[in-house]
C-alpha cells in the first residue's frame, strides 16, 4: 500500500514536472518568437536611416578629399587661386574639413566604433596633411603653389586614411543588405 502511494505520488511529480517543463520551452519560444519579430520590425525602419547614415558618411569622406575641397572652393571664390596666400588658402581648407565633419558628426550612432574611429583618423590626418604641406612651401609660396603640392602629394600618398574609412564603411553597409 505505502509503495503504490509513493509511485503514484512519484508519477504525480514526473507528470507536472514534464508538463512544466513543456510550458516553460512553449514559453520561451514564443518569447524568442515575439523578440524577433519585434527586432524584425525594428530592422524595417532602422535600416533605411542606417543606410543613409552610410551614404552621408561617405560624402563626408568624399568632400574632405583635397580635389574636391578645391573644386568647391574655386566654384565659391574663382579669384582665390590669384589672391589668396598659402595661410588664407589652408585656413579655407581645414575650416571646410571641420565644417563637413561637424556637420555629420551625428551619424556616428548608426555606425560600428571601428568605422567611427577610422572617420575621426582620417579627418585627424588630413587636417595633418593640410598643414604639414604649407610647412614644406617657401614662405612666399602662392595659394596655385600650395595647390599644386598639396594634390601632387595626396595623389602619390598611396592608400589614405580617406580612402581606408571609405573601404570599412561601405564593408559595412554591404553586411546590413
Known amino acids: 500500500m505505502t509503495t503504490t502511494i509513493i509511485a503514484i505520488i512519484l508519477t504525480i511529480i514526473v507528470l507536472i514536472f514534464g508538463f512544466w517543463l513543456i510550458q516553460y520551452s512553449q514559453?520561451?519560444?514564443?518569447?524568442?518568437?515575439?523578440?524577433?519579430e519585434l527586432k524584425r520590425e525594428s530592422q524595417k525602419s532602422i535600416s533605411p536611416i542606417r543606410l543613409r547614415a552610410y551614404e552621408r558618411l561617405t560624402l563626408?569622406?568624399?568632400?574632405?578629399?583635397?580635389?574636391?575641397?578645391?573644386?568647391?572652393?574655386?566654384?565659391?571664390?574663382?579669384?582665390?587661386?590669384?589672391t589668396w596666400t598659402v595661410g588664407q588658402m589652408q585656413q579655407y581648407l581645414l575650416q571646410t574639413l571641420r565644417a563637413e565633419f561637424d556637420h555629420n558628426q551625428s551619424q556616428q550612432v548608426y555606425v560600428s566604433d571601428e568605422?567611427?574611429?577610422?572617420i575621426i583618423n582620417a579627418r585627424d590626418q588630413m587636417g595633418a596633411f593640410l598643414i604639414a604641406i604649407?610647412?614644406?612651401l617657401p614662405k612666399d609660396a602662392t595659394a596655385q603653389t600650395y595647390v599644386t603640392a598639396l594634390l601632387t602629394a595626396y595623389a602619390s600618398n598611396g592608400t589614405t586614411p580617406t580612402e581606408k574609412a571609405l573601404e570599412e564603411l561601405k564593408n559595412e553597409a554591404k553586411s546590413l543588405m
Open 27 to 36: 514559453f520561451r519560444n514564443e518569447e524568442k518568437k515575439r523578440q524577433w
Open 60 to 82: 563626408l569622406l568624399e568632400r574632405t578629399k583635397p580635389e574636391h575641397m578645391i573644386m568647391e572652393m574655386q566654384k565659391a571664390y574663382p579669384e582665390a587661386m590669384t
Open 115 to 118: 568605422v567611427w574611429d577610422l
Open 134 to 136: 604649407t610647412a614644406q
